[in-house]
């Protein structure tokens, strides 16, 4: 009985946790993996690869309802001239990164320690996340076009985003807050649009190459419809929130995930040597 508590309490923490990170990562345009992937870990619901796997197939299922909407109603936000080869470029770098993910995680043998590089390099880029927005009117943002150039970006971003099974999030933004000179609303779109394209690379590389960790199904089932329902939910709010609130909402979480990733770093370390 005590098990089969323990087993209904994980899912139902599964569940919400995919879906609050999806309302906030349509809301923001983060892909909600960046929420996903720290609270997870701090939770202990399942190993380091295991929840990488299963962030990243919510953050496809949500990017996919959110970029579906999007082309539906042809609001126009999203810069397909841009965004396009940046996805491309995400997908690529997101076969690249869940490559590295496989090779870091057999050159460490600990599951432990691949959880500790993870949660250091989010706290790093949640912290220079917020350091950008802080400076931001200070820097001189660029306004770029050329595709290959568009290509190269979306491949570093694909990589790291994919390494770490966040699906883009934060560093996606300033990506284009700095060399597209985007606002908010409509940077979060376009951000949307490329994490689809590098998560669909990094799963059906995994498929293909059956590199799939182990996993409790009825987690991925219910992580997926959290996913959808966050994605419907977060475009709802994003419509109705001004540029200021979805600044504040996504400076609020880029604290929390830095605060839970120093957390989850300790923890990993003071775990890998038990």
């Known amino acids: 009985m005590c098990c089969e508590e323990e087993f209904a309490t994980s899912v139902v923490l599964f ?24 609270a997870l870990d701090l939770l202990r619901l399942a190993d380091a690869a295991a929840i990488s796997f299963l962030s990243s197939c919510t953050v496809l299922a949500m990017s996919f309802y959110s970029v579906l909407r999007t082309a539906m109603d042809k609001d126009g936000s999203v810069d397909y ?63 770029v076009k050329h595709a290959l150039a568009c290509l190269v970006i979306g491949l570093s971003l694909g990589v790291v985003s994919s390494f770490l099974g ?31 394209f590098s998560q ?42 001004s540029e200021q609130r979805v600044e504040k909402l996504f400076m609020g979480l880029m604290v929390l995930i830095l605060l839970i990733s120093v957390y989850n770093t300790y923890t990993f370390i003071a ?3 038990v």
């Open 166 to 196: 966040i699906g883009g999030g934060p560093l996606n933004l300033v990506v284009f807050f700095f060399f597209f000179s985007m606002r908010t609303k409509t940077a979060a779109k376009n951000s949307l649009y490329v994490i689809l």
């Open 15 to 38: 569940l919400i946790v995919s879906f609050l990170a999806s309302v906030a990562g349509a809301v923001c345009g983060i892909g909600g993996g960046i929420i996903m992937k720290p």
């Open 200 to 241: 669909a690379a990094n799963m059906l590389t995994a498929l293909l190459t059956g590199r799939l960790p182990a996993f409790e199904p009825l987690a991925l089932v219910l992580m997926i419809a959290g996913g959808l329902l966050g994605g419907f939910a977060g475009r709802l709010l994003n419509r109705r929130m």
């Open 81 to 143: 001239k841009i965004s396009t080869p940046l996805a491309i470029g995400g997908a690529l770098g997101g076969v690249a990164g869940n490559y590295i993910f496989s090779l870091g995680k057999n050159l460490l043998g600990n599951n432990n320690l691949v959880g500790a590089v993870q949660s250091v390099l989010l706290a790093l880029i949640s912290a220079g996340v917020m350091l950008y927005r802080f400076k931001a009117d200070a820097i001189t943002t660029k306004n």
């Open 271 to 273: 775990m890998s040597h």
